[in-house]
């Protein structure tokens, strides 16, 4: 009789005590969230795509829209860190040669320039959520809100705060 791989054993174990401790506390049962974009980097199309990853990735279209869904404890707790993940033309225009030969060498030399980013941060405190909305403001800076009575007001704030930063140059980050 043949052994299961150690990794497999691991994986299975973890996935038992996991089951375990979430099935015997509430506050760590799960729901579901869509995920949305705002995209107030200054350029239409600028962000093409992004990944809210906390438990589970779950992507998002940049030109806006909504995905379901990305999986939340149901109760914020201190400390709770996801990852972001996007990718962003530096160059966004919506001026494409219409012949489709000069369209395909376009979009390979086009993609070629995309920026592959990432940022981790904290989770704001929720109590009751709408969704995960991802906010991109210009110099690669994104910020997430989930509770639905912050997202009006934190939106609102970060509209400004990119209206501030239009036609200023991006510190260099390492």
């Known amino acids: 009789m043949t052994q299961p791989p150690r990794r497999l054993l691991l994986a299975s ?3 038992a005590l996991l089951t375990a401790c979430a099935g015997g506390s ?12 705002y995209d107030l980097t200054g350029k239409m199309d600028t962000i ?3 990944e809210f990853d906390f438990i589970d990735r779950m992507g998002a279209p940049g030109r806006g ?4 869904c990305a999986s939340l404890p149901k109760k914020w707790y201190p400390g709770m ?11 966004a225009s919506l001026l494409y040669p ?8 376009y979009i390979k030399k086009k993609r070629a320039t995309y920026q592959r980013l990432s940022a981790q941060m904290e989770l ?19 910020r997430v809100t989930i509770d639905c009575d912050q997202e009006g007001p934190l939106i609102s704030q970060w509209r400004q705060q990119a209206a ?6 991006c510190p260099n980050t390492p």
């Open 13 to 15: 174990c973890l996935l």
């Open 26 to 37: 509430s506050s760590f049962s799960l729901i579901g969230a869509p995920v949305r974009v």
């Open 48 to 50: 093409l795509d992004a």
């Open 65 to 68: 829209g909504e995905v379901c």
């Open 81 to 91: 860190i996801a990852t972001v993940r996007w990718v962003k033309d530096p160059d």
């Open 98 to 105: 219409t012949d489709p030969d000069e369209f395909r060498a």
């Open 124 to 142: 704001l405190p929720y109590t009751r959520t709408c969704g995960v909305t991802l906010v991109f403001l210009p110099c690669d800076q994104v």
């Open 164 to 169: 501030a930063m239009k036609g200023k140059s």
